[in-house]
Each structure stands twice: as C-alpha cells, then as structure tokens.
C-alpha cells in the first residue's frame, strides 16, 4: 500500500483546507447558534446554499462517489478520498456543503449502482446536485434491528402497486426541509431464506400513510434540521417501478451501501480526534495551575501521548481498508470495514473525552468541539449496526481464516 498522496490528492487536499479555513471555521459557531435556536427547529441554516455553491464553483463537490460510478463520479478511490473525509469531519456538518453528507451519500451510492435509469434520472440526478435530500429507513422499534433479518414492516405487491405497513425509527434527515426521497427497506416473502425476504423500494418523503409518530432526541439534542424520528407506515401506496433492484435482494442492496457509508463515518470520526487532540495540546501549552503549565505535567503529556497514538493507529487502519475495497471489493475487505467500525468512534470519543479533561468547565461547554465529538462517537458507534455486532462477525471470520490455515 503506498501512503504517499498523490498529487491529484495533495491537489484536492490543499484546495480543500483552504476552503475550510476561508468558508467554514468563521461560520462554525454561527451554525450551531441557529440550529440549537429552536425558533429554527427544522429550518435550513441561511448560509448553507451560498457554501454549497462555492463549494460546487471550487470543484469541491461529491468527492464521496468512488470511481467505479463512471460518469456519475469525480473519479476518487475510497484510499484518495480518505484524508479529505477525514478533513470534513473536523467540522461535522461540513460534508453538506461539498454533498458528503450522511444518509445522502449512501443513498446515491444505492442509486448509482442499483437504480433503475428512471430512478436514477427522477431522486439520482437532484441528489447528485444537492438539489435535494434523502433517508434511509431501516430500524424498527419493536425488534433488534441489528440482526436486519427481524425487520417486519411489509412491502407487498398488489396490481401495480406496492403496499407499505410498518413502524421505523431513529430515521436521520427525514426532518429535513430537503428531504424528499426515503429509501425503505421491509419484507416481502415472509418464507425461504431470511436473507432473501427482504426488499428495498423509494418513497417519496410525502407520500399519504407517512406520519411522523415522534421526534427523537439524542442526548437531548433534536439534530434540527435534519433530526431523527419514529415513522408510520399506513397503507402506503408506491408504484412497482420504485422497487430498487427486485423483490428479495434487500440485504444485497445493504450490503453494498454500508461498506462504503461505515468507513466514511471513520474517516469523519479521525478528524474529530485529530482537532480534538489539537485542541487538547494547545490548551495544556496555554493554562498553568499549581506554578506550571499543564503541558509540563506528566499525566497531561501521557494523555497527549496516547492519543496522538491512537489517531495514528486508526488513521493507518482506515486507509488499509479503504486501500483493500479499491483493489479487493467491499466484500473481501469486510474484515478491515469492521475492525476499524470498532476502532475508530471508540478512538475518538475517548480522545475527546481526554482533552474535555484537559478543558476543565470549558470542555464540556459550547466553546468548543469536544462535547460535540465526544457524544456524536457515542452515537456513530451504534450507527450502521453497534460495535458488538461487528465485533462478533469479525471474530467469526477471523476464526475460520485461521482455523482454515492450519498454521504452526
């Protein structure tokens, strides 16, 4: 694997810290001022169209979609476009103004390797222009939705149509002023193979029998404009063309959208750790309590220390794995997909929590990022199944590698 960015890369990276250093930390706390305000409850930020279109100008825009997409991508592996992810997590809602932003990415993804030429042409298209935004519904409050096969909302076929019933939650963005398109997924055989019972069809965000039962907050936070929420489906009627791919290849269809969207969490979640573990030395270099500096104390450079480690460790994980599923495939590198699916929001919440130590009262104040990071980790090592899941998929794989390998 060669670390070396190239130069298309340092191109893209330099362009890209500008941008942010320009456009984006001046306007950091002017953001988070209006989506907090609830007077704003989901209402777009003003100033995020105008970023958008600078960011589109500065050809900044949908580096997310790897180069396999053909015409619909810039042309990026997943190893190129690491570091500049890794850039836009250190202001989390950034990735919306370059059109990197979760569920959106996934989604496109879904549509650019799935869709049919007409879904792609009527939800593909608009996405791709930032034009609108989009769900994902999957969880379901009434069942462990980590193991996907317990899922029961219905997607039944009658005439022309598809017939929607179900309960979902934890649905991000369906809130969103934007959102428009839902990518649903259900059941439609309720016999065979339970991995083959599953299907995933498009519902527009305002199709009748939608209702939002309630919003949910996470650690008290409504995630305006975006949020989550708990959905109804009652007799939800979709024409049979919005069904992606066929009836039954739901879990395909998953699969080939949570690879790329759990790693492109991790590489957010390391530029948190990083400007989290910047944060950190800086303000041990800035503050002197009992006659010296905190930067001269032992425990505070030994927190500095590990953390810089574990950035490190994480960091150079994720670009294996992102360097394995441009030469290997998703699939094949679904090992490195969860090892650093554990890694890497663990990593960086316990990095912030050590430079909210560092902070004193300011750390877990709105003064800076490190609150922010350290329950947003908190909930991204849930997102996209909890780390337990991974964990024991990991460990079953790795068992039979070596089990198979007979090695002494």
Same mark, same amino acid.
């Given at each position: 694997?060669?670390?070396?960015?190239?130069?298309?890369?340092?191109?893209?990276?330099?362009?890209?810290?500008?941008?942010?250093?320009?456009?984006?930390?001046?306007?950091?706390?002017?953001?988070?001022?209006?989506?907090?305000?609830?007077?704003?409850?989901?209402?777009?930020?003003?100033?995020?169209?105008?970023?958008?279109?600078?960011?589109?100008?500065?050809?900044?825009?949908?580096?997310?979609?790897?180069?396999?997409?053909?015409?619909?991508?810039?042309?990026?592996?997943?190893?190129?476009?690491?570091?500049?992810?890794?850039?836009?997590?250190?202001?989390?809602?950034?990735?919306?103004?370059?059109?990197?932003?979760?569920?959106?990415?996934?989604?496109?993804?879904?549509?650019?390797?799935?869709?049919?030429?007409?879904?792609?042409?009527?939800?593909?298209?608009?996405?791709?222009?930032?034009?609108?935004?989009?769900?994902?519904?999957?969880?379901?409050?009434?069942?462990?939705?980590?193991?996907?096969?317990?899922?029961?909302?219905?997607?039944?076929?009658?005439?022309?149509?598809?017939?929607?019933?179900?309960?979902?939650?934890?649905?991000?963005?369906?809130?969103?002023?934007?959102?428009?398109?839902?990518?649903?997924?259900?059941?439609?055989?309720?016999?065979?193979?339970?991995?083959?019972?599953?299907?995933?069809?498009?519902?527009?965000?305002?199709?009748?029998?939608?209702?939002?039962?309630?919003?949910?907050?996470?650690?008290?936070?409504?995630?305006?404009?975006?949020?989550?929420?708990?959905?109804?489906?009652?007799?939800?009627?979709?024409?049979?063309?919005?069904?992606?791919?066929?009836?039954?290849?739901?879990?395909?269809?998953?699969?080939? %959208? #949570?690879?790329? /969207?759990?790693?492109?969490?991790? &590489?957010?979640?390391? *530029?948190?750790?990083?400007? =989290?573990?910047?944060?950190?030395?800086?303000?041990?270099?800035?503050?002197?309590?009992?006659?010296?500096?905190?930067?001269?104390?032992?425990?505070?450079?030994?927190?500095?220390?590990?953390?810089?480690?574990?950035?490190?460790?994480?960091?150079?994980?994720?670009?294996?794995?992102?360097?394995?599923?441009?030469?290997?495939?998703?699939?094949?590198?679904?090992?490195?997909?969860?090892?650093?699916?554990?890694?890497?929001?663990?990593?960086?919440?316990?990095?912030?929590?050590?430079?909210?130590?560092?902070?004193?009262?300011?750390?877990?104040?709105?003064?800076?990022?490190?609150?922010?990071?350290?329950?947003?980790?908190?909930?991204? %090592? #849930?997102?996209? /199944?909890?780390?337990?899941?991974? &964990?024991?998929?990991? *460990?079953?794989?790795?068992? =039979?590698?070596?089990?198979?390998?007979?090695?002494?």
């Amino acid at each position: 694997m060669q670390f070396e960015h190239s130069d298309k890369v340092k191109n893209l990276l330099a362009r890209l810290e500008a941008f942010m250093d320009e456009h984006i930390y001046p306007v950091e706390q002017a953001y988070y001022d209006f989506v907090h305000d609830q007077q704003n409850l989901w209402a777009e930020w003003p100033g995020m169209e105008p970023l958008k279109e600078k960011a589109r100008a500065a050809g900044l825009w949908n580096l997310f979609l790897p180069h396999e997409y053909g015409a619909w991508s810039p042309g990026l592996t997943n190893l190129e476009y690491a570091p500049l992810a890794e850039v836009m997590g250190r202001v989390p809602w950034s990735s919306q103004v370059f059109n990197c932003s979760a569920p959106d990415t996934g989604n496109m993804e879904v549509l650019a390797k799935f869709g049919s030429p007409e879904q792609q042409e009527l939800w593909l298209k608009p996405l791709l222009a930032g034009e609108i935004r989009s769900a994902y519904v999957m969880t379901e409050p009434q069942v462990a939705s980590s193991d996907a096969t317990n899922l029961e909302l219905s997607i039944i076929p009658d005439g022309d149509e598809y017939v929607i019933n179900g309960r979902k939650w934890w649905i991000s963005n369906a809130m969103h002023p934007r959102c428009e398109i839902m990518i649903v997924m259900g059941k439609t055989f309720f016999e065979g193979p339970r991995h083959s019972q599953h299907s995933q069809i498009l519902v527009p965000r305002d199709t009748p029998g939608v209702t939002v039962v309630r919003h949910l907050k996470v650690f008290g936070s409504s995630n305006s404009p975006g949020g989550e929420v708990e959905l109804r489906f009652d007799n939800v009627r979709v024409p049979k063309q919005n069904m992606i791919l066929g009836e039954g290849r739901g879990f395909e269809i998953a699969q080939g %959208r #949570l690879g790329p /969207g759990r790693i492109h969490h991790c &590489m957010r979640s390391i *530029g948190q750790a990083q400007r =989290a573990l910047e944060w950190m030395a800086r303000r041990a270099d800035s503050r002197v309590a009992f006659g010296k500096k905190l930067a001269d104390q032992s425990s505070v450079r030994q927190d500095v220390a590990r953390s810089f480690c574990e950035v490190e460790m994480a960091r150079l994980l994720t670009l294996k794995a992102a360097d394995a599923m441009d030469r290997l495939g998703n699939k094949a590198a679904r090992d490195l997909i969860a090892a650093i699916k554990v890694v890497a929001p663990s990593m960086a919440q316990q990095v912030a929590d050590r430079a909210i130590q560092v902070h004193g009262g300011m750390g877990v104040s709105e003064d800076g990022p490190m609150a922010y990071f350290f329950t947003l980790n908190r909930y991204v %090592r #849930l997102t996209d /199944g909890p780390e337990e899941v991974h &964990m024991s998929q990991l *460990g079953k794989i790795k068992i =039979a590698e070596y089990v198979a390998s007979n090695a002494r």
